[in-house]
């Protein structure tokens, strides 16, 4: 087999072409996506580090000069969006958005929602245990982070079915290639998401209320600060960030639990274990396969030239399992010590959310520990077509 993004095989196991990328071809161009491959932990963490490189190009120069085509018209609603989110901009914007989004989730404010998180985590668990099991992704994963970072950001309850629909459109414009239909898809979805946040956030200007977007529309008053789009587009990245990586890692998780028992039978007679169990699990089976970055300035990795203007893929996935830095690492070891895995990624645009992300995980595994101790497999899942973020289209489970 070999490295194909759009090959069900691949996506299901990708584990292998990583490891022979990495003996023979750690850094290569895929010319299918134009794109270079990098597939060790030390050049992946690097170059998330190295200035030389950007999540985007166009605050140093045009589409042309990179020799890259203009957008497409009909996409212009989903750029004018996903470029005003701090992920996709550069120093000193890139500084100015988080610093003001940072204030929501310092250590103390993110360790002060846990009782909230506990308590939701229970609940879904509770309701999911009492009806015997069922998709473990739809009933359990999915709702817990989306209710949690809609209480962050205030969306009104009977507005929060909207978020996941909305969340995964839009995400599937990241995917190589995205068919013409997903594209359209994707536009839509961040044209709706937009018109509902700056209604909601004009509706908290005058009414505020104790959450994030009354705070942001409060910034964005005055002034210069935060631009109304900057405060759409950091809304639509922290629902995606905020869900999408802890709804896949709960499924690919259980799913790697329940491929090696093992392990899903230590961890159940050890809850300690909880926390290097998430951390190993987020680098055994990453959702975020794939980080794209665009090289401002001419660059040398592992001996091979990369000029100006090239986009290169650090592949995550391929990251977290090299023996360069893991011992044995294709073995789930849930009480790894040391474990430098780089799923959050690194450097300026490390993941605002990791600190969040980590305590939902430890509560939904948690509950779903002591509440549904004999949790077990009911079906064989399937993976869902997305490599980039890479997920089951659902786990179903017998409890």
């Known amino acids: 087999m070999k490295f194909d993004p759009w090959s069900p095989e691949f996506v299901a196991h990708p584990y292998d072409v990583y490891a022979e990328l990495r003996r023979e071809r750690p850094v290569g161009f895929f010319e299918p996506t134009g794109q270079w491959l990098i597939a060790r932990h030390a050049d992946v963490n690097a170059l998330l580090r190295d200035r030389r490189l ?94 949690v970072i809609a209480e962050m950001l205030g969306v009104p309850e009977a507005d929060r079915h909207l978020l996941r629909p909305w969340s995964a459109d839009i995400c599937g414009m990241y995917e190589l290639n995205p068919s013409v239909e997903a594209q359209h898809t994707a536009v839509r979805a961040a044209e709706e998401f937009s018109a509902y946040l ?32 900057e405060l759409v587009g950091t809304c639509v990245l922290l629902l995606n960030a905020g869900h999408e990586a802890t709804v896949n890692t709960t499924g690919n998780g259980w799913w790697a639990l329940f491929r090696n028992p093992a392990e899903l039978e230590r961890l159940r007679a050890d809850h300690g274990l909880i926390p290097t169990a998430i951390e190993e699990l987020l680098r055994w089976d990453t959702p975020l396969q794939m980080f794209e970055r665009w090289v401002l300035e001419d660059i040398t990795v592992g001996g091979v030239d990369i000029p100006r203007g090239s986009e290169v893929a650090l592949l995550f996935g391929s990251a977290n399992r090299d023996p360069e830095v893991f011992d044995d690492p294709d073995r789930l070891d849930l009480g790894r010590a040391e474990n430098p895995h780089i799923s959050f990624g690194a450097g300026i645009h490390f993941c605002l959310g990791a600190p969040l992300a980590r305590i939902e995980l430890a509560e939904s595994f948690g509950a779903l520990l002591r509440r549904a101790p004999k949790m077990e497999l009911a079906a064989e899942p399937v993976w869902g077509p997305g490599y980039v973020i890479r997920g089951l289209e659902a786990l179903h489970v017998r409890v």
């Open 54 to 147: 950007g999540r985007s190009y166009l605050h140093t120069a045009t589409h042309a000069e990179f020799g890259r085509p203009d957008d497409p018209e009909f996409q212009e609603p989903f750029w004018r969006v996903v470029r005003a989110g701090m992920l996709d901009v550069e120093p000193p914007v890139h500084t100015r958005l988080r610093r003001l989004v940072s204030k929501a989730f310092t250590p103390r404010m993110v360790e002060a929602l846990r009782p909230k998180v506990a308590e939701l985590a229970g609940g879904l668990v509770d309701r999911f245990a009492e009806r015997g099991g069922g998709d473990l992704i739809a009933e359990v994963a999915e709702p817990l982070p989306v209710t």
């Open 198 to 229: 700056v209604d909601l956030a004009r509706h908290r200007r005058e009414n505020p209320g104790d959450d994030l977007i009354s705070a942001l529309a409060q910034v964005a008053d005055e002034g210069d600060r935060l631009t109304e789009e």
